[in-house]
T-cell receptor
Framework: DVKVTQSSRYLVKRTGEKVFLECVQDMDHENMFWYRQDPGLGLRLIYFSYDVKMKEKGDIPEGYSVSREKKERFSLILESASTNQTSMYLC???????????FGSGTQLSVL | AQSVTQPDIHITVSEGASLELRCNYSYGATPYLFWYVQSPGQGLQLLLKYFSGDTLVQGIKGFEAEFKRSQSSFNLRKPSVHWSDAAEYFCAVGASTNDYKLSFGAGTTVTVRA
């Protein structure tokens, strides 16, 4: 079974804090993604990575950065958290487009 | 760029009744199409997918979907709904250029009444 592990299920942070969301996969897939999910908006792509040390912006990268130092780990960074970044964050991996995405359980982030 | 529209935000259906969720996509070539389900507090699980061949595809949990190129649609169906099917359902489209990204619809929430 595909395993995508997100380090925290729930997270509460204060405005201005630096926040790290971690994602680890056990499938040796090159492609990893970060989405955020908001009611009525579905899932929106923040960043993705095709390989180690490689990253590309998705549709809503503002206020976020990412890090991929090892193949199995893809981190999402909120440099200075703001209340409008309160959301569900979902990490996903993919082998090829036709296989679809495999998701972690998500991290519900609240920024107060 | 590809995009997806799910016209129904919320559907209520009686247990045992049939269910159909609508999905319309926008993409210039033959797309990769997916349906995902998300139970409360969970991540997304793949129900089924289409990228070529038979336009009627079978998935897990008794779901099926039909690709209709002329209507740019990929509607999800289940003949008889169970209470455990109450969840949020997302349609997604990927480009056949194989850039790995998927674009998702806004989702349809399904409520099942006894």
């Amino acid at each position: 079974d595909v395993k995508v592990t997100q380090s925290s299920r729930y997270l509460v942070k204060r405005t201005g804090e630096k926040v790290f969301l971690e994602c680890v996969q056990d499938m040796d897939h090159e492609n990893m993604f970060w989405y955020r999910q908001d009611p009525g908006l579905g899932l929106r792509l923040i960043y993705f990575s095709y390989d180690v040390k490689m990253k590309e912006k998705g549709d809503i990268p503002e206020g976020y950065s990412v890090s991929r130092e090892k193949k199995e780990r893809f981190s999402l960074i909120l440099e200075s958290a703001s209340t409008n970044q309160t959301s569900m964050y979902l990490c996903a991996i993919s082998y090829r487009t036709s296989s679809g995405l495999f998701f972690g359980s998500g991290t519900q982030l609240s920024v107060l | 760029a590809q995009s997806v529209t799910q016209p129904d935000i919320h559907i209520t259906v009686s247990e045992g009744a049939s269910l159909e969720l609508r999905c319309n996509y926008s993409y210039g070539a033959t797309p990769y199409l997916f349906w995902y389900v998300q139970s409360p507090g969970q991540g997304l699980q793949l129900l089924l997918k289409y990228f070529s061949g038979d336009t009627l595809v079978q998935g897990i949990k008794g779901f099926e979907a039909e690709f209709k190129r002329s209507q740019s649609s990929f509607n999800l169906r289940k003949p008889s709904v169970h209470w455990s099917d109450a969840a949020e359902y997302f349609c997604a489209v990927g480009a056949s250029t194989n850039d790995y990204k998927l674009s998702f619809g806004a989702g349809t929430t399904v409520t099942v009444r006894a």
